[in-house]
């Protein structure tokens, strides 16, 4: 069972630059959602899905995209990275039924360092 | 929108002592309430949950929670800590039928042995 799948698990990169967190989850969740943790803050939404198609912002959406063309698959975007982008980013999944039966399930995490 | 306050933020006990871990949310409609345990290195995993019914909820390893509906409060509690409870727990808070859960800052927990 691999339940939700992040990668990369570290990644380093310089103001500016680009690039996409990958979450895929093989349960079949319709609900996915991005957080990122910081010290002191705990876990803050930035963006989530209901379904294929369909995406909404979280706490702290800015600097950040996402999509979500398929069930299994929510990618995060960070467009031009900043410092403050520096993070530990989780993607987590749920059947999507307000968490009643279904807790949200997390994935292994990526640190992510912007210098 | 919702907001959650984790009035602790990092908690020593020895083991075998008690602990009540508070949780105050801000949001003036019907909630659902969370409890997440982070052990060292891994993932968040759910402890208990509270969505209706008896307000006294009982989670996993020992943990219980109460649901003070005047009070806005979802402290968790269990009897006697083990050294295997050192993690960091977060409270978790979401409008009823919304998606947008919210957590709180995290409690540390440091069970000595």
């Known amino acids: 069972n691999a339940g939700v799948t992040q990668t990369p698990k570290f990644q380093v990169l310089k103001t500016g630059q680009s690039m996409t967190l990958q979450c895929a989850q093989d349960?079949?969740?319709?609900?996915m959602s991005w957080y990122r943790q910081d010290p002191g803050m705990g876990l803050r939404l930035i963006h989530y899905?209901?379904?294929?198609?369909?995406?909404d912002q979280g706490e702290v959406p800015n600097g950040y995209n996402v999509s979500r063309s398929t069930t299994e698959d929510f990618p995060l975007r960070l467009l031009s990275a900043a410092p403050s982008q520096t993070s530990v980013y989780f993607c987590?999944?749920?059947?999507?039924?307000?968490?009643?039966?279904?807790?949200?399930?997390f994935g292994n995490g990526t640190r992510l360092t912007v210098t | 929108a919702q907001s959650v306050s984790q009035h602790n933020h990092h908690v020593i006990l020895s083991e075998a002592a008690s602990l009540e871990l508070g949780c105050n949310y801000s949001?003036?409609?019907?909630?659902?309430l969370f409890w997440y345990v982070q052990y060292p290195g891994q993932h968040l995993q759910l402890l208990l949950k509270?969505?209706?019914?008896?307000?006294l909820v009982k989670g996993i390893k020992g943990f219980e929670a109460e649901f003070i509906k005047s009070k806005f409060s979802f402290n968790l509690r269990k009897p006697s800590v083990q050294w295997s409870d050192t993690a960091e727990y977060f409270c978790?808070?979401?409008?009823?039928?919304?998606?947008?859960?919210?957590f709180g800052a995290g409690t540390r927990l440091t069970v000595k042995p």
């Open positions: 949001y003036g409609g019907t909630v659902n």
């Open positions: 899905s209901v379904g294929a198609g369909i995406t």
């Open positions: 978790a808070v979401m409008a009823y039928n919304n998606n947008d859960m919210r």
């Open positions: 509270y969505f209706s019914g008896d307000p």
């Open positions: 349960m079949n969740h319709e609900y």
């Open positions: 987590a999944s749920s059947y999507g039924d307000g968490f009643y039966n279904s807790p949200l399930h």
